[in-house]
C-alpha cells in the first residue's frame, strides 16, 4: 500500500511547517511589482493548491495585508514568505515554491503578470505568459501589480 501523495514544506528557521495533500499542478513565476518587493527577489514561484489540501503541521504564519483583498503570510520568527490568500478566491491559496522540501520535482508551467517581468530575466522563456493572472484581470485588481 502506497501512502496518498503529499508534500512537505516550511520556512527558513524550522518554525513553520507545512504539509500538502495530493499533487501540485500550477505553478507559475509572477513578475508583479508586489512579490518583487515583498520577496526582495526578481520573480517569485507560486503553486496554487485549493485551501483545504493545505495545512500547517507546526507553528503559525503571520499576516501582512497588502490590499484590500489580499493577504501575505510569512513566519513571524525567520519572516520566509510562505503564502498569499485573497477572498476573491477563498477556496485556494498560493504557496512559494521555494519552502517546498523538493521544489526541484516541480517544474514551472507558466508566468504570470509577464508585463511587469524585467527586461533582462531569462527564466522559462518557453513557458505560456500571462500580462496579468492566468484567468485575466480580476475585479479590483490594479493592471500593474498582482494583489
Ligand atoms: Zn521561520
Ligand atoms: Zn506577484
Given at each position: 500500500?502506497?501512502?496518498?501523495?503529499?508534500?512537505e514544506g516550511?520556512?527558513?528557521?524550522?518554525?513553520?511547517?507545512?504539509?500538502?495533500k495530493?499533487?501540485?499542478?500550477?505553478?507559475?513565476?509572477?513578475?508583479?511589482?508586489?512579490?518583487r518587493?515583498?520577496?526582495?527577489?526578481?520573480?517569485v514561484t507560486?503553486?496554487?493548491?485549493?485551501?483545504?489540501?493545505?495545512?500547517?503541521?507546526?507553528?503559525e504564519?503571520?499576516?501582512?495585508?497588502?490590499?484590500?483583498?489580499?493577504?501575505r503570510?510569512?513566519?513571524p520568527?525567520?519572516?520566509?514568505?510562505v503564502?498569499?490568500?485573497?477572498n476573491q478566491?477563498?477556496?485556494?491559496?498560493?504557496?512559494?515554491l521555494?519552502?517546498?522540501?523538493?521544489p526541484?520535482?516541480h517544474p514551472?508551467?507558466?508566468?504570470?503578470?509577464a508585463?511587469?517581468r524585467?527586461?533582462?530575466?531569462h527564466?522559462?522563456?518557453?513557458?505560456?505568459?500571462?500580462?496579468?493572472?492566468?484567468?485575466?484581470?480580476?475585479?479590483?485588481?490594479?493592471?500593474t501589480?498582482?494583489?
Open positions: 500500500m502506497s501512502e496518498p501523495e503529499s508534500h516550511g520556512c527558513l528557521c524550522g518554525e513553520v511547517r507545512y504539509r500538502i495530493g499533487a501540485i499542478d500550477s505553478v507559475g513565476h509572477c513578475h508583479c511589482t508586489m512579490c518587493r515583498w520577496s526582495g527577489a526578481v520573480a507560486w503553486f496554487t493548491v485549493p485551501l483545504d489540501r493545505f495545512a500547517l503541521t507546526k507553528g504564519l503571520a499576516t501582512y495585508r497588502s490590499s484590500d483583498h489580499g493577504e503570510r510569512f513566519c520568527a525567520c519572516a520566509t514568505q503564502a498569499f490568500w485573497s478566491r477563498p477556496d485556494e491559496i498560493d504557496i512559494t521555494g519552502t517546498l522540501d523538493h526541484e520535482r514551472a508551467d507558466h508566468h504570470v503578470f508585463a511587469n524585467l527586461p533582462w530575466l527564466l522559462d522563456e518557453q513557458l505560456p505568459a500571462h500580462d496579468t493572472t492566468s484567468s485575466g484581470m480580476v475585479p479590483g485588481q490594479s493592471k501589480e498582482r494583489t
